[in-house]
């Protein structure tokens, strides 16, 4: 049995769930969110609580129930807590600053590198270097931290660019003269 996938998913007060087949969608104080279930999965609303099962004890089947159970608890938390990444940049003249739904962030390149904040993310700059990424949907949080980090990346000599908050940078000794 899937040790994650056998929990049952709590529904907090204000958040209200609705099955469609095997598409599930949870509204909550912060939004809505629709994520389809792969068929092979059922799903049951009971009281206050989601359950999730699965048919056999394939291995398929029991990854598939671990995922399931994951997506939809992710949906239940987002909906009433939502999600939250913070990014610092670290160097000199690297700043970020945010305007209207565009962040441009200075990172030490010829030009400014300009990203366009995608619908249903909220992004808040303090003290010009760091980042807070908040949004409902924990996939799209995730990846759009992702996608600011890559613009560049941590390096290990100086610790020059951009990392999340709670990253820890395993710095390398420089050359050494004679």
Same mark, same amino acid.
């Given at each position: 049995m899937s040790r994650i996938g056998k929990l049952p998913v709590t529904i907090p007060s204000g958040v209200k769930v609705s099955l469609n087949g095997n598409e599930i969608s949870v509204q909550g104080a912060k939004g809505s969110l629709k994520q389809t279930i792969h068929s092979r999965i059922s799903i049951a609303v009971e009281a206050e609580q989601i359950v999730v099962t699965r048919p056999t004890d394939?291995?398929?089947d029991s990854a598939l129930h671990g995922l399931s159970r994951s997506l939809i608890?992710?949906?239940v938390i987002g909906v009433s807590e939502g999600f939250t990444r913070e990014l610092e940049?670290? $160097?000199?003249?690297?700043?970020a600053e945010l305007s209207g739904s565009t962040l441009t962030l200075s990172l030490g390149f010829s030009h400014?590198?300009?990203?366009?904040?995608?619908?249903?993310i909220e992004i808040q700059v303090d003290k010009q270097t760091r980042v807070i990424v908040k949004g409902i949907d924990k996939q799209l949080v995730g990846s759009t931290a992702a996608k600011i980090r890559s613009f560049r990346k941590p390096e290990p000599y100086k610790g020059k660019g951009v990392k999340y908050a709670e990253e820890r940078i395993l710095r390398k000794a420089g050359?050494? $003269?004679k």
């Open positions: 394939s291995k398929q608890n992710n949906m940049i670290n $160097g000199v003249g690297y700043r400014p590198v300009v990203y366009a904040v995608p619908a249903g050359k050494t $003269g």
